[in-house]
């Protein structure tokens, strides 16, 4: 069973910068794709970026391209999430999940939650003056 744990979130001001770390444990090699989410209050949780397992093909959803960067270490299981020009809008409750499919390459659309099958808890990041 897989145990993911996120860290790195906080206050931060308009403009400023945060990174996100997700590690995970459980797993002897990361052959699998991973993903940021983020959900803000009364709001469904919204893919923010995702990265197949060899990191080759970065997806981001529109609202956060060109200011967020998702990266992996597979030797230490762990993702990143690189988050610069913060807004008041990220706002949210960040998370971290594995994908339920092995070695998956890319997507044929846009990453869905349905393909993620191993959440983190979540970290808070709140964009505030």
């Known amino acids: 069973q897989l145990h993911l744990v996120e860290s790195g979130g906080g206050l931060v001001q308009p403009g400023g910068s945060l990174r996100l770390s997700c590690a995970v444990s459980?797993?002897?090699?990361?052959?699998?794709?991973m993903a940021w989410f983020r959900q803000a209050p009364g709001k469904e949780r919204e893919l923010v970026s995702a990265l197949p397992w060899r990191g080759r093909t970065e997806y981001y959803s529109d609202s956060v391209k060109g200011r967020f960067t998702i990266s992996r270490d597979n030797t230490k299981n762990t993702i990143y999430l690189q988050m610069n020009s913060l807004k008041p809008e990220d706002t949210a409750v960040y998370y971290c999940?594995?994908?339920?499919?092995?070695?998956?390459?890319?997507?044929?659309?846009?990453?869905?939650?349905?393909?993620?099958?191993?959440w983190g808890q979540g970290t808070q990041v709140t964009v505030s003056s």
């Open positions: 459980g797993l002897t090699k990361n052959y699998y794709a």
């Open positions: 999940a594995v994908d339920q499919t092995l070695f998956r390459q890319s997507w044929a659309g846009s990453p869905l939650i349905g393909d993620f099958g191993s």
